[in-house]
């Protein structure tokens, strides 16, 4: 059974940097095949960061330059890393895994089997 467990998240100033976690079980961060989603109040499930099934990185415009995604096989852990974060980054953020091609690209949530708890985020000047 695959289990993501998401960490990291907290209260941030603007400009500030934070490093989101993403902890598999059952799930080997080798396949790539992994993403990150934000979601507001209201809002729909936003894909960010993505690793392909080649391990090509996919970045959402709205982030580009300021969020990084990463793996680290030791501890079979996603990553992301997020700068110069701003008001507008507010959301909760979740790890996907297990991709499947849907043709939408790999920033779509339906293209995706596996998910995490969240954690939250909050920018504030």
């Known amino acids: 059974q695959v289990q993501l467990a998401e960490s990291g998240g907290g209260s941030v100033q603007v400009g500030g940097s934070v490093r989101l976690s993403c902890a598999a079980i059952g799930y080997s961060v080798r396949r790539w095949c992994m993403a990150w989603f934000r979601q507001g109040p209201g809002k729909e499930r936003e894909g960010v960061a993505a690793l392909d099934w080649f391990g090509d990185r996919h970045y959402a415009d709205s982030v580009k330059g300021r969020l990084s995604i990463s793996t680290e096989d030791a501890k079979n852990t996603l990553y992301l890393q997020m700068k110069s974060l701003e008001p507008e980054d507010t959301d909760m953020y979740f790890c996907?895994?297990?991709?499947?091609?849907?043709?939408?690209?790999?920033?779509?949530?339906?293209?995706?089997?596996?998910w995490g708890q969240g954690t939250q985020v909050s920018v504030s000047s």
């Open positions: 996907a895994a297990d991709c499947s091609d849907g043709g939408t690209g790999f920033l779509d949530a339906t293209n995706y089997s596996k």
